[in-house]
């Protein structure tokens, strides 16, 4: 993910091992990313709309099941896993150190779970609050642009320091201005379940700390994935209990599951890697890999069932199967067909994504300051559904202009 994950190519350590390892940078990745960004937006525009198929929608925390929503930020994760090693080869092949590479991973989390953490406590902002929540959410929004603008790197250009320093300012005016409800009363700003970003920038942080320090062995990063699945298990099975009281604070978010969906992603892109030197090892990869993964999730259904909402192991397990199998299918599309025109359209999406994340922030601050609603006819069953694709694909052109004017997000 262009702004959650370092967007390198996938080109190996020396050119003989490159060559071995496959080409130079396909745009498989790029181009799943795109269309799940899309389709993000896309789910999270559902929320406006009025008599849509259920099927479209989250399911509910009690129920035992999914919807197609709950698929979409599971391969979110297992993309950032995707790009994970490709990044970390890309800074060695630079001659950055494990420290310098650790320590810039260590930054990129921090400020995926500062956003994370000021968009989660959106939720219960007080209208009693100094500022209208409409007006606090576009502000904080500028103040991220403002401080992670991926400005021009020539040293003799003062503007982006000010710049970095007013969005930093401004950041710390609107935590100061915060006020909250909940059952304790008015509160202050404070960790919850971190928000989308956030979450995923505690499952980047261990992921990519296990690549950093395994040297992308094989081993390693199985090993690596089965521990938290094993770990998401441990916590359905009530054996995490004793430490309920630091988990507001300090845990590995979703009880394992996070970390597991982006391992996935990072052991797909060893199998992804080696594809041109042994042709069938990916696919045999792939199609085994879903099959076990399914196995599980379908098997032990009955004892934690399928929800995305406790993060239960089934889901866990169910989804990294689809987003694996849609990656194939994008791998197969892309890279072996050579099918990539259709990609042009949305690939902002792929590239610019942390941009294309945040641009609805905006969109939703402006609406519902001016309490502008569209007339209920364009909200409603197909018409609806229209409107929210629609409404995707408008950010994403969005975010094009945006890029052509060097206005893009890069942590």
Known sequence: MAGTTLAVNPAVGEQAEASALGPARQISIDAFRAVIMVLMIFCN????????????LHT??????????????????????????????????????????????ALRSLALLVMGLFHVNLGNYSSEALLPRPVWTILITVAFFLIWLDYPKDPSRKYPAVLKTMGGLLL????????????????????????????????????????????GKIGALVGGMLFFLALNCAAHLGWLEPLEEVKEYIWIVGDGCMPTLTMAGAVTTWFYQRRSLHQSTFWVYALV???????????????????????????????????????????YLTDVKGIKKWYTIIK??????LTCYL????????VSYLAFQLPEVLRTGVVGLMKSLGFALLVVFIVWLLGKRGIRLKL
Do not use: N
Not at 75 to 92: D, E, H, T
Not at 203 to 210: N, P
Not at 315 to 320: P, R
Not at 359 to 365: F, N, T, V
């Open 172 to 215: 710390l005016l609107m935590a100061a201005l915060y006020k909250g409800t909940s059952a304790d009363g008015t509160v202050w700003m404070r960790p919850q379940w971190w928000g989308i970003l956030g979450m995923i920038g505690w499952a980047y942080l261990l992921s990519s700390l296990v690549c950093l320090f395994s040297d």
């Open 359 to 366: 641009i609805p922030y905006l969109h939703l601050g402006l």
């Open 348 to 353: 902002p999406a792929g590239t610019s994504t």
């Open 60 to 105: 509910q925390a009690q129920e035992d099941g999914m919807g197609f929503s709950d698929v979409i930020f599971p391969a979110f994760l297992f993309i950032v896993g995707l790009s994970i090693p490709l990044a970390i080869q890309g800074r060695r092949r630079k001659g950055d150190s494990s420290a310098t590479i650790a320590g810039h991973i």
């Open 45 to 56: 525009d559902l929320g406006t709309l009025i008599d849509i198929p259920e099927w479209l």
């Open 289 to 331: 890999a879903a099959a076990v993964l399914l196995a599980f999730g379908f098997m032990t259904r009955p004892i934690w069932e399928i929800s995305k909402i406790r993060a239960t192991p089934s889901w866990t397990a169910i989804c990294a199967a689809i987003s694996l199998l849609w990656f194939a299918a994008m791998v």
